[in-house]
């Protein structure tokens, strides 16, 4: 069992920065890939951003690309995505997620229904 907890959401203007963050506790964190995926209402949830257990690879959704950064540190149980040049459509809970892949496989990676962990959410607002 893992547990995760999202912090650093709130409301910011569009061109603004957040920092999100996830603790994990529970089963050895380093053994899990960690994604970020958010839902906005009425709309399905997306992948924003993953990294795989040993920080090997990072792949991000096109609409964040350039803008969004996800890290990890494995001694700290932490994961984090930094997002820069914040927009409008940005503007979703973000959930933070583990899955139990050792792997590199893209696809599998930004599917959110392999994930096995989730966390509560945190809220994103970009004001216009």
């Known amino acids: 069992q893992v547990q995760l907890v999202e912090s650093g959401g709130g409301l910011v203007q569009a061109g603004g920065s957040l920092r999100l963050s996830c603790a994990a506790s529970?089963?050895?964190?380093?053994?899990?890939?960690m994604g970020w995926f958010r839902q906005a209402p009425g709309k399905e949830r997306e992948f924003v951003a993953v990294?795989?257990?040993?920080?090997?690879?990072?792949y991000y959704a096109d609409s964040v690309k350039g803008r969004f950064t996800i890290s990890r540190d494995n001694a700290k149980n932490m994961v984090y995505l930094q997002m820069n040049g914040l927009k409008p459509e940005d503007t979703a809970v973000y959930y933070c997620?583990?899955?139990?892949?050792?792997?590199?496989?893209?696809?599998?990676?930004?599917?959110?229904?392999?994930?096995?962990?989730w966390g509560q959410g945190t809220q994103v607002t970009v004001s216009s």
């Open positions: 990294i795989t257990y040993n920080s090997g690879s990072t």
């Open positions: 997620a583990a899955d139990v892949y050792r792997g590199s496989y893209s696809m599998r990676l930004r599917n959110w229904q392999e994930y096995n962990y």
């Open positions: 529970g089963r050895t964190f380093s053994n899990y890939a």
